[in-house]
């Protein structure tokens, strides 16, 4: 019995290992959950693109956009896991359910992990007026005026609305947060003074700190952005250890993936790190390549979903 299930394990095995060496055979669907155009959807092609040439596929991207990224979730959740159905899979996975009260996915069990794709930092800036020069500078001043000042968002329950919570925790800090419908509105509004302050994506953020119409104060990741090489990060411009607050994306496809398919998928991503073009063009959005192993991902999925469904929770958010 034993030696017969051996058996049946290897053929299973040597099965697997020819279907990933046999992969792709016919185009790949890339589900991206946000609308053509948009940053997130031209660094997903980009990267795409650059996977599809490293692996031998022609890749079809289908946008899905749709409540905050569950219609996507949700229709790749039921896909087959046959390779065929890739996902550039956000953050908000592991955070809708706690905004939304229900999804039709699961988190873990949904998805096969593949690699990390890219990490998208925000910026901290302010209005040109106030009179401020730094992250600490700013700290005081709404300090020393509880509730005078606002910092906008881009809507409830979005990533630059989390890291301005998380702000205002972290500092015991008492202000109006303002929500608007989309990060340039309310890049407008603080250009013109009606709020203060917001974290904006890097894309957004660049023209108008290099143009002298906002002043740009720190990035919200571990480490400095290369295409803002001068701003701090927060860590560094408030003294903390663990202030960080990123977009992200990761590729991932419908459970249960073979595993050697997996491996040859992740090891095609963590080549894409040594694609100096690649990182340049990404850059020039205010986006970082960011290729892992299959576990960065999961480990980085469970470390925000503490991390932001405990604020969403404390908030009551919905």
Do not use: C
Not at 140 to 162: F, M, Q, R
Not at 216 to 239: I, Y
Not at 243 to 256: K, N, Y
């Amino acid at each position: 019995m034993a030696a017969s299930t051996m058996i049946v394990l290897g053929a299973s095995q040597i099965s697997m290992a020819q279907n990933a060496a046999a992969y792709p055979q016919e185009p790949v669907k890339f589900i991206v959950p946000y609308p053509a155009g948009g940053v997130s959807d031209v660094s997903s092609r980009a990267i795409a693109s650059a996977l599809g040439n490293k692996i031998g596929a022609n890749m079809v991207i289908e946008n899905k956009a749709g409540a905050a990224s569950t219609v996507a979730s949700t229709y790749v959740a039921g896909q087959k896991p046959n390779g065929y159905t890739l996902y550039a899979a956000p953050v908000s996975i592991v955070i809708n359910p706690a905004l939304q009260g229900a999804v039709s996915y699961k988190p873990y069990e949904s998805f096969t992990p593949i690699s990390m794709m890219m990490t998208a930092p925000f910026v901290l800036q302010t209005n040109k007026d106030l009179p401020v020069n730094n992250a600490k500078e700013l700290v005081e001043l709404i300090k020393k005026n509880p509730d005078k000042y606002a910092i906008g968002t881009s809507g409830v329950g979005s990533i630059n609305h989390l890291a301005a919570e998380y702000f205002i925790k972290q500092f015991g800090l008492k202000m109006v947060v303002a929500h608007y419908k989309g990060g340039m509105p309310a890049a407008q509004d603080m250009i013109g003074g009606q709020v203060q302050m917001m974290f904006s994506a890097a894309s957004e953020a660049m023209p108008f700190i290099s143009s002298g119409k906002t002043r740009g104060l720190a990035v919200t990741s571990m480490e400095r952005m290369s295409t803002l090489p001068d701003l701090p990060t927060m860590n560094e411009a408030l003294g903390t250890k663990d202030f960080e607050a990123t977009f992200w994306l990761a590729l991932v496809s419908p459970a249960v993936l073979d595993p050697a398919l997996q491996a040859k998928l992740s090891s095609a991503m963590q080549s894409l790190s040594q694609d100096d073009e690649l990182r340049k063009r990404l850059g020039q959005l205010g986006i970082e390549l960011n290729t892992s192993a299959p576990e960065v991902v999961t480990a980085n999925l469970k470390r925000d979903e503490v991390k932001w469904t405990t604020l969403i929770k404390e908030l009551n958010l919905k």
